[in-house]
Every structure is written in C-alpha cells, then in structure tokens.
C-alpha cells in the first residue's frame, strides 16, 4: 500500500500525532490500527474546533455518525458505487447540514463536490476509508458468532477482490488491540466477541484450496491483521534452511511461500520459477511473485491460459518492476496470448521482452498481440513466436505493426512457423519503411523457397532497411 499517495498521507498524518508530545501511544502495528488511529486524530479536531469540554457528547455523537456513514459505505461497496448524492444520505439517515458540523471528520473523510451540471455529489476521499468504515459498521451491528467466518467465505467469492481490503479490516477490528483504540473513538462499546483461534484456523483451511493467488495472497493479510504469522515463519525457516525442494511444503505452506517473496522488500532480479516446480503441479500458486520480478523464467512449467489472468495483472501494475517474461513452452494458446494482449496494451506495463516460444499460437493470438503493439508502442523490444502456428496472415498482422513510426520492437522470432513466400512482401515492406527498428529477424526452418528470398532480398537491398541479423535456413 505504500505506492498508494493517500496511504502515505493517512501513515505521516498518524505517526506524526504519535510522536508529538500531546498525543504518545503504540505505533500502529497492523493495517485496520493505522486506519482507527487516523479517525481517532479526525474526531479529534472536530472536538478541539467544536466541542470542547464536551468529550462523553461528542463520543456519542461521533459513534451515530460513523455508523451512519459506515451504513452508506457497506450498502453500496457491494454495488460498487463511489460516487452518493444526496438522496443516498437521506437514504441512510445522514442530514446533509450534518457534514458541516462534522468538518473534522468529513474533510478528510467524506466530502462534498460539484459534479455535472453543477450538482453537489460525495464521495470518500479514497475507498479504502470507505473500506473501513464498511468494515466498522458492520463489526458494531452484528453479533453473529460467525461473523467473520462468513465474511471470509463472501470476499472469497468475488472474482474482482472487491472485499479483500473490507474483510482484512473487519479481521483487524476484531482484535483485542482494535477494540482497545476503538473506546478511544467510541467511547465504551459493546462488540461482540469472537474466538479468534477458530477464525485463523478456518483461514489457514481455505488456504489449502484451490483458490486464485489473489485471493490466496489477501488471506495471509488477514492473517497479518488477526496477529498470526505462524505459516510464513514456517517459510522463513525453509528459505533460510537453504532446502528449495518444494515438494517438501504443504499446500498451505506453499502459498506462504508465495507471500514471503511477494513481501520482500528487494525486487528479484530474476525469479525462475522451475526452481519451486512441484509433483501437483501447483507452481502457479506462485505466479503473483512475478510482480516484484524484473526478468520472469516461466517457461515449461505447465501453465495455461487461465493462468495468464495473474500474469496480466502483474504486467499493468505501475509499480511493477517486471521488464523480461519467459512463456514458452506452455500450453497458453491464444485465449492465454488474448489475456496477456490485454496488459501489454496497457500504458503503464513497461515489458521489454517477451518469448512465447511453443504456446500453440495462431492467427488470432497474432492478432492480439499486433493490437496490443499499436495501444502500447513504446516498450517492447523482443518478441519470440518461434515453434507457433501464426501462419503467413499472423506474420502480415505483426509486419503491418513494424511500419509504425512508434513501434520500437528490434527482435521478432518466427523460425519454424509454418509460414511461405506468402508473408514475405509484408515483411520486405516492413524492412524498407524509414521508421522500422527491427534489427534482428528470425525465420530460420519456414517453407520461403527462393521466391520468398527474393522477395526479402528487395527490401534488404533498400537503403532505409536497418536489419543486422537475419537467419532464415
């Protein structure tokens, strides 16, 4: 969350209050508690700018009125909405004069703006808040005893993740240390209590499923929040023993392992995941790592084209510093190519080189890929199709991309692709366009005959051509 600008202000806002001399306490030692210390310090200012002296009233008052905006915040985290008006207030018992009154909390909580046409609209000032205080509405509704057990089971189902941050908050309010904070805001409080022992066991259990490394991943979070660390040193332990047989992990463990990288605080230089192949062919579970990887060894792992939907993830994320991925060798087919496509098309991945050599590609995967070059030119340089079946019309989709001025791909592998002379026009006016970079071409075992040749020695012999290598035997 450190790449998130609203958390750094929320974590400078509360440590700077901790280490002031009007306000000492424990540092913040869990996400939920940096988030709780943060609304402690908001109703503070509203109570130094409107009530003071008035300490048991404005526990009160604060407590009705984060309850009503938690309301609003878990009635429509479910639907996805962001944006309220003011009927979506009213509708959750919420005076719109309120927000006034409650500057202190609203300002950097919840505020007011001008959308179309000049209607006020509201928001959370980030999601994560309205996050947490879903979170803390429905920790103070409900008694259930298992509350958290089905909160568990209900951010699990969501394909998107949509109640990953929701559910790590409502875990961490659970805790002894959060219910302490919370009379801080609240003053005394009845919560209901829940026994924490059965809640990270039943996690630990849904761990060992078949679940996607997202979520897998969030759940060690939670497990974070609730204090219990136990299967990540377990993985310490095994990294630090020097023993990289994976097979000797349990499931759960594995996925642990899967975390304890994914945290680490030094990028890898290169993950390869064959190193941590298992006998149950669960290696994807560690797939979410290539998003702190700079070059990604992934080839001959079995992955599928499901599989890329954690790879594409990856290659959008701003921060990640993943430049190098090897795919080849797995059975991606184009519906994986297609996923992939998805992310390179993405402004904000900034992959250099990327081999899919025997993916079992075609036409269409090549049709993917040459429309992900055109939304996002400036990166990719290396591109290896070698041992596909893209066929002479793949080929012309990828030679029409070369032609573009902002194209800036250098090495393009095509050898034993089953392609003819058919392609060799739209290549040879690929190496005869001004602004083509390619400097290294592979079509090494094709069927080109000498026509083909001839065809490509046109457009080596013209003076804008700027290829160095060239195999085509």
């Given at each position: 969350m450190c790449h998130i600008p609203v958390f750094c202000w929320i974590s400078a806002t509360v440590l700077k209050r901790l280490i002031s001399e009007t306000d000492r306490g424990g540092?913040?030692?869990?996400?939920?508690?940096?988030?709780?210390?943060?609304?402690?310090?908001?109703?503070?200012?509203?109570?130094?700018?409107?009530?003071?002296?008035?300490?048991?009233?404005?526990?009160?008052?604060?407590?009705?009125?984060?309850?009503?905006?938690?309301?609003?915040?878990?009635?429509?985290?479910?639907?996805?909405?962001?944006?309220?008006?003011?009927?979506?207030?009213?509708?959750?018992?919420?005076?719109?004069?309120?927000?006034?009154?409650?500057?202190?909390?609203?300002?950097?909580?919840?505020?007011?703006?001008?959308?179309?046409?000049?209607?006020?609209v509201y928001c959370f000032v980030h999601l994560s808040i309205q996050e947490y205080l879903a979170a803390l509405y429905v920790f103070l509704s409900n008694s259930s005893a298992y509350l958290l057990e089905t909160a568990v089971d209900q951010a699990l189902k969501s394909k998107n993740g949509h109640l990953d941050l929701y559910l790590r908050f409502l875990l961490g309010l659970s805790t002894v240390s959060s219910k302490t904070l919370l009379q801080r805001l609240l003053g005394p409080t009845e919560t209901s209590s829940h026994n924490m022992r059965i809640t990270v066991k039943y996690i630990k259990e849904k761990i060992q499923e078949n679940l996607s490394p997202e979520r897998t991943i969030n759940l060690f979070h939670c497990l974070t929040e609730l204090g219990d660390n136990s299967l990540v040193e377990e993985v310490q332990r095994y990294l630090n023993s020097g023993n990289i047989s994976a097979d000797h992990l349990s499931p759960a463990q594995y996925s642990a392992l899967a975390f304890v990288m994914l945290m680490s605080d030094e990028e890898l230089d290169v993950f390869d995941l064959k190193k941590y192949i298992r006998s149950d062919k669960q290696q994807w579970r560690l797939l979410p790592v290539v998003k702190n990887s700079r070059t990604a060894l992934l080839n001959s792992c079995d992955l599928i084209d499901k599989h890329c939907e954690v790879l594409s993830s990856a290659l959008r994320s701003n921060s990640s510093p993943v430049r190098e991925l090897d795919l080849s060798d797995n059975n991606l087919k184009d519906s994986g190519v297609k996923l992939l496509s998805a992310a390179?098309?993405?402004?904000?991945?900034?992959?250099?080189?990327?081999?899919?050599?025997?993916?079992?590609?075609?036409?269409?995967?090549?049709?993917?890929?040459?429309?992900?070059?055109?939304?996002?030119?400036?990166?990719l340089r290396e591109l290896d199709l070698s041992y596909n079946h893209p066929g002479d019309s793949g080929v012309k989709l990828l030679s029409a991309v070369l032609e573009d001025p902002s194209c800036k791909l250098e090495k393009l592998q095509?050898?034993?692709?089953?392609?003819?002379?058919?392609?060799?026009?739209?290549?040879?006016?690929?190496?005869?366009?001004?602004?083509?970079?390619?400097?290294?071409?592979?079509?090494s075992d094709n069927d080109l005959q000498d026509s083909g040749v001839k065809l490509l020695s046109a457009g080596l012999g013209d003076l804008h051509c700027k290829l160095e290598i060239l195999r085509s035997v």
């Open positions: 540092i913040p030692r869990t996400l939920t508690e940096m988030y709780t210390h943060f609304l402690i310090f908001q109703t503070s200012l509203k109570n130094d700018k409107y009530m003071k002296n008035h300490e048991t009233k404005l526990k009160k008052y604060s407590k009705e009125f984060l309850l009503k905006l938690g309301k609003l915040a878990f009635d429509n985290l479910e639907k996805g909405n962001l944006i309220f008006y003011e009927q979506d207030l009213t509708g959750n018992g919420i005076d719109v004069t309120e927000t006034s009154v409650y500057s202190g909390v609203c300002t950097e909580v919840f505020k007011e703006e001008y959308g179309l046409y000049q209607k006020k390179l098309g993405d402004l904000h991945c900034k992959l250099e080189i990327l081999r899919l050599s025997g993916c079992r590609v075609t036409e269409e995967g090549c049709s993917s890929l040459a429309s992900a070059l055109r939304s996002n030119p400036s990166h095509v050898g034993r692709c089953e392609i003819t002379e058919k392609c060799c026009e739209a290549l040879a006016s690929a190496l005869r366009s001004n602004s083509s970079p390619l400097r290294e071409l592979d079509l």
